[in-house]
T-cell receptor, first 112, second 114 residues
Framework: DAGITQSPRHKVTETGTPVTLRCHQT?????MYWYRQDPGHGLRLIHY???????DKGEVSDGYSVSRSKTEDFLLTLESATSSQTSVYFC???????????FGQGTRLTVV | AQKITQTQPGMFVQEKEAVTLDCTYD???????LFWYKQPSSGEMIFLIY??????QNATEGRYSLNFQKARKSANLVISASQLGDSAMYFC???????????FGAGTILRVKS
């Protein structure tokens, strides 16, 4: 199994607080992605990274920021959490010549 | 912009029968990859099958095959001899060769009946 680890796995936070989710990989994959999964919407891309310090926005990036200071870690930050950001968040990685994206276990975030 | 469409929110199939899950895509990049993932109720994402845009033959992996029709921009997943354990959400995804994004469709829930 690919070494993709998300932390925390579950989190409950209050509206207006900052939250950071971490994705850690041991595969030395170049590409990393953050998605949110909501009923009826599938997986929607929030942000992605194509190298250290190289990131770009996905389709639902408002209210989220990311950072990638080293290959193995990709952080997703909710600057000021809102109830609409209650969701399951998945991290995925993709190798340079890969034909498969590897997923973390997911993080269930509840904003109350 | 790349786009993936799965038009079937839910499907039912009888155990041991074959089922086709639809996926259409839109891209102007001649180089791209198409993926199918399974998500059971436990929530993990399981890779099923991959098709490259330049692959001459349809991809197959055990009971899974991808019916790739390039001119129609469709990449349907065919599951043969359905099993109860195939009940899950199925996602189609695409990654353009000239870009870095990996985008997913909305998914299809498959229920296998005994």
């Amino acid at each position: 199994d690919a070494g993709i680890t998300q932390s925390p796995r579950h989190k409950v936070t209050e509206t207006g607080t900052p939250v950071t989710l971490r994705c850690h990989q041991t595969e030395n994959h170049r590409y990393m992605y953050w998605y949110r999964q909501d009923p009826g919407h599938g997986l929607r891309l929030i942000h992605y990274s194509y190298g250290v310090k190289d990131t770009d926005k996905g389709e639902v990036s408002d209210g989220y920021s990311v950072s990638r200071s080293k290959t193995e870690d990709f952080l997703l930050t909710l600057e000021s959490a809102t109830s609409s950001q209650t969701s399951v968040y998945f991290c995925a990685t993709f190798g340079l010549q890969g034909s498969e994206a590897f997923f973390g276990q997911g993080t269930r975030l509840t904003v109350v | 912009a790349q786009k993936i469409t799965q038009t079937q929110p839910g499907m039912f199939v009888q155990e041991k029968e074959a089922v086709t899950l639809d996926c259409t895509y839109d891209t102007s990049d001649p180089s791209y990859g198409l993926f199918w993932y399974k998500q059971p109720s436990s929530g993990e994402m399981i890779f099923l099958i991959y098709q490259g845009s330049y692959d001459q033959q349809n991809a197959t992996e055990g009971r899974y095959s991808l019916n790739f029709q390039k001119a129609r921009k469709s990449a349907n997943l065919v599951i043969s001899a359905s099993q109860l354990g195939d009940s899950a959400m199925y996602f189609c995804a695409m990654r353009e060769g000239g870009g870095n994004k990996l985008v997913f469709g909305a998914g299809t829930i498959l229920r296998v009946k005994s």
